[in-house]
């Protein structure tokens, strides 16, 4: 049989439609789904639990290197700065003259000294001075010896006493006799007493005496000339006093005057000022010249700044 003669034929019970599922059955349906689906889910979610929490296991223990090193000390710690002493009060008393020059025995003095004189008195070179005077007198003389007194001698035999002797054992009489007496030793005289020599002459009392001064020894100074001691300000004072040309026509002053100025911690002059006039103001620019003139001086004492106040005029 050819296909276009072929026909297709259905029967009536294949056009009936089938039947709508009930209520119930739809819900059992979709109850089906829910637990499917809620299944595929916990599943991979109980793996990854599992791989989270499960106990994994402990590395194998590995060797620690230790190395002992020795630790230095640590640094001394550096000594606190001792606080510097305050500066010492200046004491210095005010300079009138500058120092004086060094000489042979090396001693100066504040003020210059007259010279004073005592009553001199021609002094005995043969004796000590305080020795006591010669004795007038003569010295006893030496003490005599007293003369001993004569020893017994024995007189000799003679010769007719012997003739006449009667024959009788005399030589036993004579033995039998005791010996004349010694005469005792007179003691001798007392040593005549020695003359006692006057006394010297009396020391001098205080008012025969000098008035005289000791002097420290004098030590070097930058600058000489006058006769006071040799301290900072003397020296200062000496300085300016070698550079001070007073001008031939100035008026003379008629009060004091007063210059101040400072000095730096070595010696340098760092400003002046004119505190008081002295009347002359020639005088004064000559004071002032002498001051900046003699700068550079000394270092002040402790190496402190100083402000000094210079005095002239009348």
Not at 5 to 13: C, N, V
Not at 186 to 196: F, H, S, T, V
Not at 213 to 219: D, E, G, M, N, Q
Request: glycine share 4%; aromatic share 4%.
């Amino acid at each position: 049989m050819s296909p276009p003669d072929a026909s297709l034929k259905a029967d009536a019970i294949d056009h009936i439609a089938q039947p709508q599922p009930t209520a119930v059955e739809r819900r059992g349906l979709t109850l089906a789904l829910i637990a499917a689906a809620a299944l595929h889910l916990l599943i991979p979610l109980a793996v990854v639990l599992l791989s989270i929490f499960a106990p994994r296991p402990s590395p194998p223990a590995q060797e620690i290197p230790v190395e002992v090193v020795v630790e230095q000390p640590p640094p001394p710690k550096p000594a606190p700065d001792k606080p510097k002493p305050p500066p010492q009060p200046d004491d210095e008393k005010p300079a009138y003259d500058a120092p004086s020059a060094p000489t042979e025995e090396k001693a100066n003095r504040e003020s210059q000294d007259t010279k004073t004189s005592a009553p001199t008195t021609k002094a005995d070179q043969s004796r000590a001075p305080g020795a006591p005077e010669e004795s007038q007198q003569q010295a006893a003389a030496p003490e005599q010896k007293a003369p001993a007194a004569p020893t017994p001698q024995q007189t000799p035999p003679d010769d007719k006493a012997e003739t006449k002797a009667a024959p009788t054992p005399a030589t036993e009489e004579a033995e039998a006799t005791p010996p004349a007496p010694v005469p005792a030793e007179k003691p001798a005289p007392p040593p005549a007493p020695r003359a006692k020599a006057p006394p010297g002459a009396p020391p001098p009392s205080a008012e025969l005496l000098p008035d005289v001064k000791f002097a420290h020894a004098a030590t070097d100074s930058p600058v000489a000339g006058g006769n006071a001691d040799t301290r900072y300000f003397t020296i200062v004072y000496g300085m300016i006093k070698a550079r001070l040309r007073e001008p031939r026509n100035a008026s003379p002053p008629t009060r004091g005057g007063a210059i101040v100025f400072a000095l730096d911690e070595t010696g340098n002059l760092l400003q002046r000022k004119l505190v008081s006039s002295c009347g002359s103001p020639n005088l004064d620019m000559a004071v002032m010249n002498a001051i900046a003139e003699a700068a550079p001086y000394p270092a002040p004492p402790g190496w402190q700044p100083k402000a000094l106040r210079l005095s002239y005029g009348r």
